[in-house]
């Protein structure tokens, strides 16, 4: 998945103004005609979901909007350069330096990123009583030039977080539509995945990233480079497996990686599940998870669905 590129965005040149008389049989010295260039194309740039990534802008780098026509005679106005709407997800940032120019988080909203140039003047422009056969002109103006740096964060209601093989990827395909890797080894999932489910008559949208490890904000694993993934979720989701040697370090190993990258991660409403509980016993669970922390967990088995009703209840409440 290509969540960050830089690419550069150009307004279209505007018309040249041109230099023309008007010559008619009766009328020898009919006086200046020429007609102005037409305006550049303007450069917009449109949210969708028909893209998830910016895989697209990755392969082009340069956008340029449509070049306006030259002027005419008889005082014709060359026409306007087409607009250029370059399309990209929703949720996705445009920056320039390390300025926002803008937050595309609402599916079909636009934004302007570069104006066209004016269009140049014709001889008509420059007649006056002194000068009545003016044989000025002036060219087209340049489009804005801009380079912008786009950043995605996929926008969803719940983003799952745990360490790796904490059951996500299960999870993930377990509620909704989505087709993560499963497989008995780390990192398995090497993107983030988005989802949606349905319960009880209500639909939320679901995001997985790759699994985090001690260090994460250090590099170490995956790093934390896909943590802003879950920034925009409404809630999240810490899967613990309930063969964990030690769930408390788990979850504070997490929690940790989470405040380092962002304190806004750990101010979000947080669902602890305990995952796997289908192959410990309900007592073993008890004792090992009996830390005030865990006391409102949900032990589940996503292949079994057990307990995954009671979970989902659980986000149906906490969206609300």
């Known amino acids: 998945m290509i969540d960050s590129t830089k690419i550069i965005i150009e307004g279209g040149k505007g018309g040249d103004g041109i230099v023309s008389f008007r010559r008619e049989k009766y009328i020898p010295k009919g006086g200046p005609d020429g007609g102005d260039g037409g305006k550049g194309g303007d450069v917009y740039m449109s949210a969708t979901r028909e893209i998830n990534s910016l895989s697209d802008h990755k392969r082009k780098h340069h956008y340029i909007a449509g070049r306006g026509g030259n002027g005419g005679s008889s ?12 399309d990209v997800p929703v949720g996705t940032m445009v920056f320039e330096g390390g300025k926002l120019l803008a937050d595309l988080t609402v599916e079909k909203s636009k934004v302007i990123i570069a104006r066209g140039g004016k269009g ?6 420059f007649a006056t009583p002194v000068n009545r056969v003016p044989r000025e002109r002036t060219t087209g103006q340049g489009g804005e030039i801009i380079t912008i740096k786009l950043d995605l964060k996929l926008i969803a209601d719940v983003g ?4 790796p093989n904490a059951g996500k ?23 983030p995945v988005l989802g949606v489910a349905s319960h009880k008559g209500k639909t939320y ?5 790759p699994g985090l490890i001690e260090g994460a904000s250090k590099g170490r694993g995956l790093g934390d480079q896909f943590l802003k993934h879950i920034e925009r979720t409404k809630i999240i989701i810490h899967l613990i497996r309930a063969d964990s040697v030690n769930p408390l370090k788990d979850y504070k190993t997490i929690r940790n990686e989470l405040e380092l990258f962002s304190e806004k991660l750990v101010g979000k409403k947080e669902i602890i599940a305990i995952t796997h509980a289908d192959v410990v016993s309900q007592s073993d669970i008890k004792k090992k998870f009996k830390n005030a922390k865990f006391k409102s967990a949900v032990a589940i088995s996503a292949p079994s669905h057990l307990n995954t009703n009671d979970l989902q209840n659980k986000i149906i409440k906490a969206l609300q």
Do not use: C
């Not at 377990?174 to 087709?179: E, V």
């Open 120 to 125: 140049g003047l014709g001889n008509k422009r």
């Open 75 to 86: 005082n014709k106005h060359g026409k306007n350069g087409n607009d250029l709407i370059v």
């Open 169 to 191: 990827s299960t999870l993930i395909s377990s509620l909704t539509n989505a087709k993560s890797r499963i497989a008995d080894y780390p990192f398995t999932t090497l993107e």
């Open 205 to 209: 949208t679901i995001a997985d990233i």
């Open 160 to 163: 799952l977080v745990g360490l």
